[in-house]
């Protein structure tokens, strides 16, 4: 899939235009994935800096970051500004000073996540960037994509990290399948994060979500076209499971949730039924 990045740079004397890269933006319009990430080290960009600019610039790039995180929380419209291609765009053109963007790029990869590996490893060069002893949910994502491309379902048939509402609740799914009306949601967790009270919150939310549109039925928010969400579509699961002996409360809390929303787990391996029954349910019914 293509995802379009932007290198953050530091440039502590626009004048002499001297530069490091402190971190990177990447993401997708279509897919609605977007992630921000800053290098671990500052000894580069410490190196340059004659103008003692550097603790201005970094509050410059955690606003942008804040402002990535607060989509993730506030989802739809009347919260910050949706970050976009134009967007970027807007921001490299804008941005000429201690802090700039680069014009944004094409990376090809399964998810936003997964184009910043590839960009830190060739483009920002983060010497003591840390390696994750644990899985994030990319790889179950990645499966999802791929389970939807080998049964053929139409791409302007699923929406990636789409909104969905039902009453005063609304969350984030990572896909929805509809033809006019939603056939299936999917939701992919990690169960190996290290921060599992988070998760669990997550995982409660979700829960109150899924039970209401069990009980009500929803709407698809994206656009403003109301996509009918029905009480009875079908809802997956797919996780990435706790490593053989790693406690995970949330997991738990997780696989009782699914039991009472009718939510059908799915593991890795078993993605391509997702895709499978995705093309069945867009069918006319007969």
Request: glycine share 6%.
């Amino acid at each position: 899939m293509d995802f379009q990045f932007s290198v953050i740079r530091f440039v502590p004397d626009p004048a002499r235009g001297e530069f490091v890269n402190i971190g990177a933006i990447a993401g997708s319009d279509q897919a609605r994935d977007w992630k921000l990430r800053l290098v671990s080290s500052l000894s580069r960009a410490k190196a340059i800096d004659d103008r003692a600019a550097l603790p201005a610039a970094m509050a410059c790039a955690a606003e942008l970051e804040d402002h990535i995180a607060a989509l993730e929380q506030l989802p739809g419209t009347g919260g910050p500004e949706a970050v976009s291609v134009c967007m970027l765009r807007a921001r490299a053109a804008e941005m000429q000073n201690i802090v700039q963007l680069s014009a944004p790029a094409p990376v090809a990869a399964d998810s936003a996540e997964d184009a910043l590996d590839l960009i830190f490893d060739q483009l920002v060069l983060d010497a003591e960037r840390r390696s994750y002893d644990f899985e994030r949910k990319n790889r179950a994502q990645a499966a999802v994509r791929n389970a939807y491309r080998s049964h053929a379902v139409p791409a302007n048939a699923v929406r990636e990290r789409t909104s969905v509402q039902c009453g005063p609740f609304e969350g984030i799914f990572d896909f929805a399948v509809h033809n006019g009306r939603a056939v299936q949601l999917v939701q992919c967790w990690s169960f190996q994060l290290p921060n599992q009270s988070d998760l669990a919150e997550q995982v409660k939310a979700w829960s109150w979500l899924v039970h209401e549109i069990r009980n009500k039925g929803g709407k698809l928010a994206a656009d403003g076209d109301g996509v009918e969400v029905p009480r009875d579509l079908d809802i997956y699961a797919i996780a990435v499971e706790p490593k053989p002996g790693q406690p995970s409360p949330a997991y738990n809390e997780a696989k009782a949730a699914f039991r009472e929303n009718g939510v059908e787990e799915v593991g890795l391996g078993g993605a391509e039924v997702i895709g499978e029954r995705a093309i069945a349910a867009l069918q006319p019914r007969r």
